[in-house]
């Protein structure tokens, strides 16, 4: 039995379009038995109609941003041996906190529990149950506060791009002055970090001035966005084997996770 | 004619010919072979291709079969060649009386004299084709002229230039004569069997068209020569017919056999005789297929296009120079048109000529043409936006002196986008497109609008000046405009402020396109997001007069706005200034989308459209917390719950925003830190809201789940190191606490326990027990010091005694009480990890 | 009866080279073929005559002679004949004849106006005739010679080589044109020519030339004119437009034609006609004769 967890597409308010790679994937077949939708599909009556194209048995929670009131905010589905829920995510509190998910999956008397709501694909087994988030379909954007990991590698990446232009001779003294001021606040922080950052990184309210605001160029920061991504469950009596799809600079990835229920 | 009469003729006919022909046979393959009898036989078979009762079909069955017979005839002669000689032979058949066997049998015999070494090939040819004049019957000539293309295809001489003229020569020559006795066959017989003529002439028409294969396939001519010496001849025995079926049909095969680089090269001459074609000719065919090909040319070899063009500019400055000096001398054409290299003039100044020269053309032709043209420019100059340009303002003189059958010209409207890979060639028109596209049926104008954000949206195509964005939200303005024109007036006067009549029956099609232009939105894009804002105010400003339909698209620029004050955090480029602006946009767009829920235009719809307000607001609050704005993210907080208190009436979408709003409060960090009163007035609101929830069971939890808001721990990632100073290692385990407020938390714990107890149904305050044992649990596990085992304790005993109270066997509380049996059972099992869970009481 | 009547002797006439001269093949009036030795103009005739003796018998004689004769036998109110040559030869005075006996006979250099020619009701021969001269019924045998006059103008041909232009039509009907190259041929030329379609309001269906002769023989009144279509030949097939030209060529060599002869010794004249020949579908005939001038060479 093979089912499909997907989710958090914001379509259109956050973005586009699922990746080309994925619909061609998830082309209509008889491969696919039951969509379980995590909502937030917005207001995108071409995304339900391509969702309910993959399999007849479409099923889907409402996500905060759903406009359609009369969608439930969570479902619970009997597989041979296995329980599956299915929820949202903003309506655990802490979002995506793993013991409120636990709490809830007990609550829900589930042994897997699909949610959704961080953008972020992972799977873990916790307590003997298995927790599944297929991240956001279309890597939509996410209010959540960049990791400082993610910050880093953007640094890094910063830094790499700068060391690039100085091999440029001909570059204009804006830049130059741009990246010194960079430089100023990069050490500023380091010196005197404080505690009202993303994890410890610079909050100081650092306020440029006029002429400075028309020399940012902020298209580095794109690959802060999530990643698009979503899940296939094969579930065979008590084990759920979960594929998980990743789409990476438009090249589709898969990983592997099983789970096995305990008696 | 009937038909079986005509197959009876036919079967009678080849049984003579297949007599004949084993006869002739025989007299060939006995020893001493009996030449003249053979001729004799030959002569008999021949004569049954005098019949005239066959349609072309048969004929050409009975024809094929003739053919075979004078093969042998050709083969013996080849081989014995020595001792019949061919010249006089073919003296000898001409004295055959009749004419079409005495032609048959001069040209197989002649042919097979071209054959041989040293044979008088130029006068053997000349004199067949010469000769050939004799049968003017359509139908037969026709055979008869084919057969000497077909046994002379591969004899014609070419070695030497002269030799290549003459062959050159032969070959137009017959196809002139054979075009005009094809032409001829539509006037015989009766007017009525016209249908019928047709049928047949279109069944002969290869037979014509062969020829100019045969030259085509002449590898001696190059371009020059064709343009020289072949094309005229051909396009004036065309234009000359007189007849459009044969015109068709040439012109496509001359498009079709002789290589694109000919057709490029002679392009004026071949436009130049269109113009003279007769009045049924579809000019539009052969002008695509023609342009198609010079497209496919360019696509395939570019590189060869350009040597060829080059060649065509020198060529046309040899021409003019040489046409000025005749002019010098003779004075009398000063008007000469300056021909041009340039590909796309050449066919937009025949456009207008052809406008000229044939009135008779009709609109939907002309459309095709100008796509056509509107295509090649594209392929050979696609830089080139101001060809465009002009193919529309032609397009829309035209277009102004019809107001029938408009639809014609939309795939003219869709070329530039269809037709071109960069779909921002759109945007580079001038007024004279838009002016086209709105002077078409609105039907066409949307779906061309929807058209071409689709094809932006499907390459992603960035939209980064104010130009661009504006261009092409003036290219979609159709649909900005038909909702207001139909719906708000009429609502206004006729209906005052009814409701129900307000209610917006969206069509598939309306909301299809709205989505669309709500994803045009992420095309905006520019690397420094303050420039970037301004795009967006720009877009705004087109889509704020879509009426109700906002809702659609604001949304997505909201978040739009979110997402570039996220960018300035992080680059630490945020200038309180435009900080404002920012927020006074975002501001008083939602209150906008707020005003279509209060004053009721959407009735339904209008409490989730309230929800996904709130929500942005909410989003909006948290980005500016982290950007450590707290006082705006305060305000942006204080927006939501005034949303929340006026526009959520529906008690489930209630708690779903008191969810979010938990949600969001609980991911705040600066807010906590650097206005604690704030922070603590707005999550002191939020419970409050939770306890004042219509239902018990939706209080009890909100207020339970609310208790997470004195409860703020931040598990740090594996990889993160602790920076901060107030990080603090508790255990193994890496957190940032934020906030801990233990009694608060007891206080929420405590407030839902007594909302649960208050609940009518057993059943469901027991399952809110269960409920809130878990979330004690949960506070017992992150080390709250108020929930002490002795206060589990307390409720796991409170619950067990609300089970004997019902007692056990009452089915209504299985479902609480199999989830407070898994609740103990994961008690027992972390006491074997955690040993403060020893200590849990349980049965 | 044969028996009593019964030739007592032989005569033969035998030519000199008679196996090497060259012949011609003529229709007899019985329709068979003969070969005929041909003789020039000017030419000697020159040969043997053999007298055999049947049964060995002696015969007895009033002279032997032979006569070269050209004569012209007409049809016309019963035959007349008309010799326009006669030389005689005695080749044995009036004795007896024992033995076989072998006279050789020469014409030197004899003028032979005319070609030799058979017609419908005109005949022209030149033949050698022996007489033996009998008290009873003489014998005589006859050998006819064939002359072909070469080289001979034709007659009536003005202007040598000019060509045959015509313009003929029916009025709002048909309007052509056609050349040949000229008007006088030799037996073995070829006919080129063209026509030239300036109006075609015809059904045609085909075109034909045909050359006919024209024999004609007495003076008038009592002239007897007799036509024969020696040759038919489509030359097109098919209705043609406007515009249009159709190419002639008629090989003659083919043919049996006879060269163009006026007045021939006031008795007979032979002449030739090109005849084009339209045929409308309605089998209807439209035709333009010209006279065309045939000379042998």
Same mark, same amino acid.
């Given at each position: 039995m093979l089912l499909l967890a997907i989710g958090d597409?914001?379509?259109?308010?956050?973005?586009?379009?699922?990746p080309a790679k994925f619909t061609k994937l998830l082309a209509?077949?008889?491969?696919?038995?039951q969509v379980l939708c995590l909502g937030n599909?917005? /207001?995108s009556p071409s995304t339900l109609e391509f969702l309910k194209g993959i399999s007849p048995d479409f099923q889907m929670v409402k996500g /905060?941003?759903?406009?359609?009131?009369?969608?439930?905010t969570s479902l619970v589905f009997n597989y041979d041996k296995l329980k599956i829920g299915l929820i949202n995510?903003?309506?655990v509190i802490p979002n995506a906190d793993p013991l409120s998910l636990l709490t809830q999956a007990r609550l829900m008397n589930v042994d897997v529990l699909v949610s959704g709501g961080t953008h972020k694909i992972e799977a873990y087994t916790l307590d003997g149950k298995f927790f599944i988030n297929p991240g956001s379909a279309t890597g939509a954007f996410t209010t959540k506060a960049p990791s400082k990991a993610d910050l880093e590698a953007l640094n890094v990446d910063k830094n790499l791009a700068e060391d690039k232009e100085e091999d440029?001779?001909?570059?204009e003294d804006k830049d130059n002055k741009e990246r010194e001021h960079q430089k100023q606040a990069n050490e500023k922080t380091s010196e005197k970090p404080s505690?009202?950052?993303?994890?410890? /990184?610079?909050?100081?309210?650092?306020?440029?001035d006029e002429d400075d605001l028309?020399?940012?160029?902020?298209?580095?920061? /794109?690959?802060?966005d999530p990643i698009p991504s979503f899940c296939l469950l094969d579930i065979q009596g008590n084990v759920c084997t979960l594929y998980l799809y990743t789409c990476i600079d438009g090249d589709v990835k898969v990983d592997k996770v099983s789970y096995r229920k305990e008696d | 004619m009937n038909q079986a009469l005509d197959s009876k003729t036919l079967e009678d006919s080849l049984l003579i010919v297949k007599q004949q022909i084993t006869l002739m046979r025989k007299c060939l393959e %006995?020893?001493?072979?009996?030449f003249m009898d053979a001729l004799k036989h030959a002569s008999t078979f021949l004569?049954?291709?005098?019949?005239?009762?066959?349609s072309p079909k048969l004929y050409y069955e009975l024809y094929v079969l003739v053919f075979d017979g004078l093969a042998y005839l050709s083969d013996f002669l080849k081989e014995s060649h020595q001792t019949n000689h061919l010249a006089d032979l073919y003296e000898l058949v001409?004295?055959?009386?009749?004419?079409v066997p005495r032609l048959y049998l001069m040209i197989t015999i002649g042919s097979v004299y071209m054959s041989i070494?040293?044979?008088?090939k130029l006068e053997i040819m000349k004199d067949m084709l010469e000769m050939?004049?004799?049968?003017?019957?359509p139908i037969r000539g026709l055979f008869l002229r084919y057969y000497l293309s077909q046994k002379t295809k591969e004899l014609?001489?070419?070695?030497t230039e002269s030799e290549l003229k003459e062959t050159i020569q032969f070959t137009i020559t017959n196809f002139i004569e054979m075009n005009k006795l094809w032409v001829r066959?539509?006037?015989?017989?009766?007017?009525?069997e016209r249908e019928r003529r047709l049928k047949e002439r279109k069944e002969l028409q290869i037979l014509v068209g062969s020829n100019l294969v045969r030259i085509s396939q002449l590898?001696?001519?190059?371009k020059f020569y064709y343009k020289e010496s072949i094309l005229p001849k051909v396009l004036e025995q065309i234009v000359q017919c007189k007849d459009s079926l044969a015109q068709e049909y040439l012109l496509d095969v001359i498009i079709q056999v002789f290589p694109d680089e000919f057709h490029l090269l002679t392009l004026d001459d071949f436009l130049q005789s269109t113009l003279?074609?007769?009045?049924?000719? %579809?000019m539009n065919k052969i002008l695509v297929t023609l342009i198609n090909r010079l497209i496919d040319f360019q696509k395939r070899e570019p590189a060869n296009v350009k040597v060829i063009i080059s060649e065509l500019s020198t060529l046309t400055l040899q021409k003019d120079e040489h046409e000025e000096n005749h002019t010098e001398e003779?004075?009398?054409?000063?008007?000469k048109p300056q021909t041009s290299s340039n590909l796309f003039e050449k066919f937009y100044d025949y456009s207008h000529l052809l406008v000229e020269n044939k009135p008779e053309l009709n609109f939907k032709d002309l459309s095709l043409i100008l796509e056509a043209i509107c295509k090649l420019s594209l392929s050979y100059?696609?830089?080139?936006y101001e060809n465009i340009n002009k193919v529309f303002g032609f397009a829309l003189a035209l277009i102004h002196?019809?107001?029938?059958?408009?639809?014609?010209w939309e795939p003219l409207l869709k070329t530039p986008i269809c037709y071109?890979?960069?779909?921002?060639?759109v945007l580079s028109l001038d007024d004279n497109y838009k002016q086209f596209a709105s002077a078409l049926p609105t039907a066409i104008q949307s779906a061309n609008a929807l058209y071409i954000l689709e094809k932006f949206l499907e390459q992603d195509v960035r939209l980064s000046t104010v130009e661009e964005v504006k261009t092409l939200y003036e290219l979609l303005a159709v649909w900005f405009t038909s909702e207001d024109s139909s719906d708000s007036n009429t609502n206004s006067l006729?209906?005052?402020?009814d409701s129900s009549k307000n209610e917006p029956d969206e069509s598939p099609e309306v909301v299809s396109q709205y989505e669309a232009l709500a994803k045009s939105?992420?095309?905006?894009?520019?690397?420094n997001p303050y420039k970037h804002f301004e795009l967006l105010e720009i877009a705004k400003s087109f889509m704020s007069k879509s009426g109700s339909r906002v809702r659609y698209t604001y949304p997505t620029l909201l978040f739009a706005v979110i997402k570039l004050i996220r960018k300035l955090t992080i680059v630490q480029k945020l200038n309180a200034l435009k900080l404002k602006q920012f927020c006074q946009f975002f501001s008083a767009t939602n209150t906008e989308l707020l005003t279509l829920v209060s004053n009721g235009t959407?009735?339904?719809?209008g409490g989730v459209l309230a929800q996904t307000c709130m929500n942005l607001n909410l989003s909006m609050a948290l980005i500016l917390d982290q950007s450590s704005h707290i006082d705006l993210s305060y305000e942006f907080f204080i927006n939501s719950f005034v949303i929340y208190e006026?526009?959520?009436?529906?008690s489930r979408l209630q708690f779903q925003c008191l969810l979010s709003i938990i949600g969001t409060l609980h991911k705040c960090r600066n807010i906590v830190n650097g206005n604690e009163d704030n922070f603590d007035a707005l999550i002191s609101k939020t419970a409050l809201y939770g306890s004042k929830l219509l239902k018990k069971t939706d209080q009890c939890r909100a207020v339970y789940l609310a208790s997470h808001l004195w409860w703020i721990i931040e598990e740090l990632d594996?990889?993160?190191?602790?920076?901060?100073?107030t990080a603090k290692t508790s255990e193994d385990e890496l957190q940032v606490v934020i906030k801990t407020d233990n009694k608060k938390v007891l206080e929420c714990l405590q407030k839902s326990l007594r909302i649960a107890d208050s609940c009518l149904e057993t059943n469901v305050s027991l399952e809110l027990f269960v409920e809130i044992l878990s979330r004690s649990l949960y506070f017992f596990i992150h080390g709250n010091?108020?929930?002490t085992i002795k206060y589990l304790n307390g409720l796991i005993e409170l619950i067990q005694n609300s089970i004997l109270t019902i007692g056990e066997?009452?089915?209504?509380i299985d479902t609480p009480t199999k989830h407070f049996q898994r609740t103990l059972e994961y008690i027992r099992q972390q006491a074997q990890i955690d040993s403060r869970f020893e200590e849990i009481k349980d049965r | 009866m044969s028996l009593f009547f019964k030739v007592p002797l032989d005569i033969e006439v035998r030519l000199d080279g008679e196996d090497s001269r060259e012949t011609v093949e003529v229709k007899s009036a019985k329709g068979r073929k003969e070969k005929l030795p041909v003789y020039k103009d000017g030419e000697t005739v020159k040969g043997q005559v053999s007298v055999r003796l049947k049964d060995n018998k002696r015969v007895e004689h009033l002279g032997i002679k032979v006569q070269l004769l050209g004569s012209i036998e007409t049809k016309v109110d019963g035959i007349k004949n008309d010799e326009f040559l006669s030389m005689a030869h005695e080749l044995a005075s009036p004795g007896d004849l024992r033995h076989p006996e072998t006279y050789h006979f020469e014409f030197r250099n004899?003028?032979?106006q005319y070609e030799s020619y058979r017609g419908k009701n005109v005949r022209l021969r030149y033949y050698i005739k022996v007489t033996l001269g009998r008290k009873s019924a003489d014998v005589i045998r006859e050998r006819e010679l064939w002359v072909f006059q070469k080289n001979q103008l034709p007659?009536?041909?003005?202007?040598?080589d000019a060509s045959i232009k015509m313009d003929v039509g029916i009025e709002d009907c048909l309007h052509i044109e056609f050349e040949y190259s000229r008007n006088r041929f030799s037996l073995k030329d070829v006919i080129v020519g063209r026509i030239y379609f300036l109006l075609v309001r015809l059904k045609i269906k085909h075109m034909e030339l045909s050359l006919i002769r024209r024999e004609s023989c007495g003076a008038p009144p009592n002239q007897v004119n007799d036509s024969e279509t020696l040759v038919r030949f489509e030359i097109m097939d098919g209705a043609p437009v406007r515009g249009e030209t159709i190419p002639i060529r008629l090989f003659l060599g083919g043919f049996d034609l006879t060269p163009t002869y006026r007045d021939v010794n006031k008795k007979f004249s032979t002449r030739t006609f090109l005849s084009l020949v339209l045929i409308d579908e309605d089998a209807r005939r439209y035709f333009k004769q010209s006279e065309i001038f045939l000379y042998r060479e």
């Open positions: 597409f914001h379509i259109p308010d956050r973005a586009s379009s699922i209509p077949g008889d491969k696919i038995q599909v917005c /207001e /905060e941003f759903d406009r359609d009131l009369s969608l439930p995510g903003f309506n440029n001779d001909g570059k505690p009202q950052t993303f994890k410890g /990184e610079t909050s100081n309210q650092v306020t440029p028309d020399n940012i160029n902020t298209d580095s920061l /794109e690959q802060l | %006995s020893k001493n072979p009996q004569s049954e291709l005098r019949t005239n009762k066959l001409q004295y055959a009386g009749n004419i070494e040293n044979a008088p050939s004049a004799g049968v003017q019957d014609l001489p070419t070695e066959l539509k006037h015989q017989g009766h007017s009525s590898d001696q001519i190059d003279h074609l007769s009045e049924g000719f %579809s003779s004075d009398s054409e000063t008007t100059y696609p830089q080139d002196q019809t107001t029938q059958h408009l639809e014609i071109n890979f960069d779909p921002k060639l006729l209906f005052g402020t939105i992420h095309l905006i894009h520019h690397t959407l009735q339904s719809e006026e526009s959520i009436v529906d594996e990889e993160d190191e602790i920076e901060s100073e010091e108020l929930i066997e009452n089915t209504s | 004899v003028e032979k007659l009536g041909a003005t202007k040598p």
